[in-house]
């Protein structure tokens, strides 16, 4: 037992190390374009994908047949609630005081007149909710986004967010439980609940979609871009949306002006009319 704490250190100690290699990449690297990785990330997309379609989605809904939905969507408060100091620690480090205050009071709320978050309780009280992570943070402070990923039974990310995934299992209320036979299952039906949440967008993609692995990835990059500007969808994407990329316009010479046709004016003919024949007046008598 006394091992224990040592060899968890060790392990947090690596993390972090890993973490900060990780943001070295991301400072320095150069890319050409939204997605220098594709034929990594199309790999990793299909597996992801087939791991859907064989386990998670029939778990999915057999989960939603099974759970009602008032059910669902308290669990669907209860997990954000637990995962929601993670916003709170990144509302301080990126100087959001006034926010990182509302949000603290916002968990407290929850956690008590909502009972441990099954309810939202706050929202109705004015205080809403927010999305900060580590990869918001970073890019608050001038890291740049880096390449875009897709990883392994995590699905779209970037280099830059990738802190993130690690960050949020220690700022998360049932990392510090220690009990495993209670947080194990808890964990597992965060995701099967997450999952069931998303299944209407998953489902508009893959019937919609003429390339399911673009479509994923420059909607999970406009989303990104969003949250970065505060929940202002920056001018940029939106001339992205309006004008796709596609093909440069290149100006061509205006073809030469050709001499002017002659201009035909109507000939008007004015018929002619019969002399009227004037008869004088007869005399009178």
């Not at 669902?72 to 637990?82: E, G, Q």
């Not at 309810?119 to 900060?132: I, M, N």
Request: proline residues 11%; aromatic residues 8%; contains cysteine.
């Amino acid at each position: 037992m006394a091992d224990e704490p040592s060899q968890r250190t060790r392990q947090i100690i690596g993390r972090i190390f890993g973490l900060g290699c990780l943001l070295l990449v991301a400072g320095c690297a150069t890319t050409s374009g939204p997605d220098p990785l594709q034929p990594m990330n199309r790999r990793f997309y299909a597996f992801n994908s087939d791991a859907d379609r064989l386990l998670m989605s029939p778990v999915a809904r057999m989960y939603k047949t099974v759970t009602p939905k008032p059910l669902r969507a308290s669990l669907t408060n209860f997990f954000h609630n637990v995962a929601y100091p993670d916003v709170i620690v990144n509302d301080f480090l990126q100087g959001r005081i006034g926010q990182g205050a509302g949000d603290i009071g916002r968990f407290v709320v929850n956690s008590t007149l909502g009972l441990l978050g099954l309810f939202d309780v706050a929202t109705p009280l004015g205080l809403k909710a927010h999305v900060e992570d580590a990869g918001l943070t970073l890019g608050r402070w001038g890291v740049g986004r880096g390449p875009y990923l897709v990883l392994p039974f995590v699905g779209p990310d970037t280099l830059r967010n990738t802190p993130s995934v690690v960050m949020g299992i220690f700022t998360n209320v049932l990392y510090y439980v220690g009990n495993s036979a209670f947080t194990v299952p808890l964990t597992v039906f965060d995701v099967i609940n997450a999952r069931a949440n998303a299944s209407r967008s998953l489902r508009y993609m893959r019937e919609n979609a003429v390339d399911q692995y673009v479509f994923t990835r420059d909607a999970y990059l406009q989303h990104r871009s969003y949250l970065q500007d505060g929940g202002h969808l920056p001018l940029k994407a939106v001339e992205e949306m309006m004008f796709p990329p596609g093909p440069a316009l290149v100006p061509r010479d205006p073809p030469p002006l050709a001499d002017p046709a002659p201009v035909v004016r109507p000939v008007v003919t004015i018929p002619r009319r019969a002399p009227v024949a004037i008869r004088p007046p007869a005399p009178a008598g």
